[in-house]
């Protein structure tokens, strides 16, 4: 049976990292993405971060330069390096991923994803 599960998320204060880790398993298949999304109360989900199997990355606006995803294929487990953390950070964060190839534009779209973890929480305090 296919999992991914989140480990990662805590509590930090504003300006300080944390790193997210998704590991995947009971995969016959090797997927096309692994994302990074997010959703904070009374929001819709977003896209954070995408990585295709090719190593090609996709960042929102919203986090790069302080965000880097990652992946270790060796140990089936896909990173999100967060850094510089700020208050608007906080939300439940979520891997997911995606079998099939997309245009580059679609790649942060949450519904473009087909299976997804249960979430980790991160918070941030200012």
């Known amino acids: 049976q296919v999992q991914l599960v989140e480990s990662g998320g805590g509590s930090v204060p504003s300006g300080g990292s944390l790193r997210l880790s998704c590991l995947v398993s009971?995969?016959?298949?090797?997927?096309?993405?692994m994302g990074w999304f997010r959703q904070a109360p009374g929001k819709e989900r977003e896209g954070v971060a995408a990585?295709?199997?090719?190593?090609?990355?996709v960042y929102a606006d919203s986090v790069k330069d302080r965000f880097t995803i990652s992946q270790d294929n060796a140990k089936n487990t896909t990173y999100l390096q967060m850094n510089s953390l700020k208050p608007e950070d906080t939300a439940m964060y979520y891997c997911a991923e995606r079998t099939r190839i997309i245009p580059r534009q679609k790649q942060l779209s949450p519904n473009k994803y087909d299976r997804w973890g249960q979430g980790t929480q991160v918070t941030v305090s200012s």
């Open positions: 990585l295709d199997r090719d190593g090609g990355v």
């Open positions: 009971g995969y016959t298949y090797l997927p096309y993405y």
